[in-house]
C-alpha cells in the first residue's frame, strides 16, 4: 500500500530494516522514550515472537516535511470462508510494558495522522476488521491520537485497562533512605533471612552488563529459571534474544545470587534513559525459605539507586502483590481495540463485544427508572 491520505503519505513495509533509519534518528527527539519502543526490543520481537501465519507490518507514515511516525503491526488472518476475519495488533504480547506509535508525538497533528492511516486502512487490499492496540499509556499523546484518530475515520472504539505498572520516582539517592520507607515486615524478613544466609553459606552476587558475556549471561539465567516455579517460556528464544541485544547496546543487566557457588536467584533489569526496568525474576524453590530472590532485588536496588542516570525504577507488567512492596506508586496502561463497521465481520465482531456491555446499561437505566 501507498496511498496520500490529507497530506499523509502511507507506506506499507514487511522488512523491519525498511524503518530502521526512524528508530536510529536522534534528531529532534525522535528516540524511544522506553526500551520496549527500540529498534532492538522490535527485531528481537520480530525473529522469535510470532505465533503462526501472523505477518508484520510496518506502517511508514510521512508528512514531506521530514517528520515520519511508523506504526510497528503485525496482520492475523483466523477462520476461512466468508467469516475469515483479520486483526491488525500492534508487534505487542504479554513480554511488552509499553507500547506507542514511534515518532507520532512529533507530527503537527497526531489525531489526524492516525485518521488519514485509518481511511487508508479501510481502502487496503487487507482491509482488517479490528485493530488493537496493547500496553498504551493514556496519558500520552499517543493514545489520545490513536482514540481520536480511529474514531474520526469511522471505526468503533472500545477502551480498556489491561494491567498495572509499579513504580518509584527517584528523589533522594541515599538507599538508606529509601530501604527505610519500605514496610518493617519486608526489611526485617530480608535483613534476617540474609544474615542467616550468610552465616552458613558462601554467599556472592554478580551483575553482568558486558556485552562479550551474553552467553554466560543466558546460560545462568536459564539454569535458574528452568529449575524456579515458573512454568516454560511460550516463546522459549525471545529471553536469550533480549539478554543479547541488550547487553549489546548496553541497556540491559542480569544479576544473579549464588550460594556456595550454585545459582539460585537470578534477575534481568532493563536500563534505558532514565528509567530501570526490573522486567524479569526467578529463584530456586528450594531456597525459598532464605527469600534469595528479595535478597537480590534489594542488592539490586541498591545499585540502581546509586546510578545517577536512573530517575525512575519500575516493575514491568502486571500487579502482583509482592510488587507493591518494593516500589508505592502505580499507573495503569491500556488497551484499544477498534472495529471497522464497515465490514459484515467488523459489525459482527462489534456486536459481539458491546451487545452485551449495551444490554447490561439497558437492564440497569430499567432498573433505576423503575426505583
Known amino acids: 500500500m501507498r496511498q496520500s491520505l490529507g497530506g499523509v503519505l502511507v507506506i506499507v513495509h514487511h522488512d523491519i530494516s525498511e524503518v530502521a533509519?526512524?528508530?536510529?534518528?536522534?534528531?529532534?527527539?525522535?528516540?524511544?522514550?522506553?526500551?520496549?519502543?527500540?529498534?532492538?526490543?522490535?527485531?528481537?520481537?520480530?525473529?522469535?515472537?510470532?505465533?503462526?501465519?501472523d505477518e508484520p507490518i510496518f506502517f511508514d507514515l510521512s508528512d514531506g516535511a521530514g517528520r515520519r511516525t511508523v506504526l510497528t503491526?503485525?496482520?492475523?488472518?483466523?477462520?476461512?470462508?466468508?467469516?475469515?476475519?483479520r486483526t491488525l495488533a500492534s508487534l505487542t504480547n504479554y513480554y511488552s510494558c509499553w507500547f506507542a506509535p514511534h515518532g507520532l508525538d512529533m507530527m503537527p497533528n497526531p489525531a489526524?495522522?492516525?485518521?488519514?492511516?485509518?481511511?487508508?486502512?479501510?481502502?487496503?487490499?487487507?482491509?482488517?476488521?479490528?485493530?488493537?492496540?496493547?500496553?498504551?499509556?493514556?496519558?500520552?499523546?499517543?493514545?489520545?491520537?490513536?482514540?481520536?484518530?480511529?474514531?474520526?475515520?469511522?471505526?468503533w472504539l472500545d477502551c480498556y485497562p489491561q494491567f498495572g505498572n509499579w513504580y518509584?520516582?527517584?528523589?533522594?539517592?541515599?538507599?538508606?533512605?529509601?530501604?527505610?520507607?519500605?514496610?518493617?515486615?519486608?526489611?526485617?524478613?530480608?535483613?534476617?533471612?540474609?544474615?542467616?544466609?550468610?552465616?552458613?553459606h558462601k554467599v556472592s552476587i554478580?551483575?553482568?552488563?558486558?556485552?562479550?558475556?551474553?552467553?554466560?549471561?543466558?546460560?545462568?539465567?536459564?539454569?535458574?529459571?528452568?529449575?524456579?516455579?515458573?512454568r516454560p517460556e511460550p516463546y522459549p528464544r525471545f529471553i536469550p534474544g533480549l539478554i543479547?541485544?541488550?547487553?549489546?547496546?548496553?541497556?540491559?543487566?542480569?544479576?544473579?545470587?549464588?550460594?556456595?557457588?550454585?545459582?539460585?536467584?537470578?534477575?534481568?533489569?532493563?536500563?534505558?534513559?532514565?528509567r530501570a526496568t526490573i522486567f524479569k525474576l526467578a529463584h530456586l524453590e528450594d531456597f525459598s525459605r532464605w527469600s534469595v530472590g528479595s535478597i537480590l532485588t534489594r542488592h539490586l536496588m541498591e545499585r540502581a539507586l546509586s546510578d545517577p542516570r536512573v530517575r525512575e525504577i519500575d516493575f514491568g507488567r502486571g500487579d502482583?502483590?509482592?510488587?507493591?512492596?518494593?516500589?508505592?506508586?502505580?499507573?495503569?496502561?491500556?488497551?484499544?481495540?477498534?472495529?471497522?463497521?464497515?465490514?459484515?465481520?467488523?459489525?459482527g465482531h462489534a456486536m459481539r463485544n458491546f451487545g452485551p456491555k449495551v444490554l447490561r446499561w439497558a437492564v440497569r437505566r430499567g432498573t433505576a427508572k423503575q426505583g
Open 21 to 53: 533509519s526512524c528508530f536510529l534518528d536522534r534528531s529532534q527527539n525522535r528516540e524511544p522514550i522506553d526500551y520496549h519502543g527500540t529498534l532492538s526490543w522490535y527485531q528481537n520481537f520480530v525473529t522469535t515472537c510470532l505465533d503462526p501465519g
Open 244 to 274: 543479547e541485544h541488550g547487553l549489546s547496546d548496553r541497556s540491559l543487566a542480569v544479576g544473579v545470587l549464588k550460594v556456595d557457588g550454585t545459582p539460585v536467584a537470578t534477575q534481568i533489569w532493563i536500563f534505558f534513559k532514565d
Open 320 to 347: 502482583d502483590p509482592y510488587k507493591q512492596l518494593w516500589l508505592p506508586y502505580r499507573r495503569q496502561r491500556w488497551g484499544i481495540i477498534a472495529y471497522d463497521p464497515g465490514t459484515v465481520t467488523g459489525l
Open 112 to 155: 489526524g495522522t492516525i485518521e488519514d492511516w485509518g481511511r487508508a486502512l479501510r481502502r487496503w487490499r487487507e482491509r482488517p476488521h479490528r485493530v488493537r492496540f496493547d500496553a498504551l499509556d493514556s496519558s500520552s499523546a499517543g493514545f489520545s491520537a490513536l482514540a481520536i484518530g480511529l474514531r474520526r475515520a469511522g471505526y
Open 73 to 85: 503491526m503485525r496482520l492475523r488472518r483466523d477462520g476461512s470462508g466468508p467469516m475469515r476475519s
Open 206 to 230: 554478580d551483575v553482568i552488563a558486558a556485552p562479550e558475556a551474553a552467553g554466560l549471561a543466558i546460560a545462568l539465567y536459564q539454569q535458574v529459571y528452568a529449575a524456579s516455579w515458573k
Open 168 to 200: 518509584l520516582s527517584v528523589g533522594d539517592r541515599e538507599f538508606g533512605s529509601y530501604w527505610a520507607s519500605r514496610v518493617p515486615t519486608l526489611r526485617h524478613t530480608v535483613e534476617r533471612k540474609e544474615r542467616a544466609l550468610r552465616l552458613q
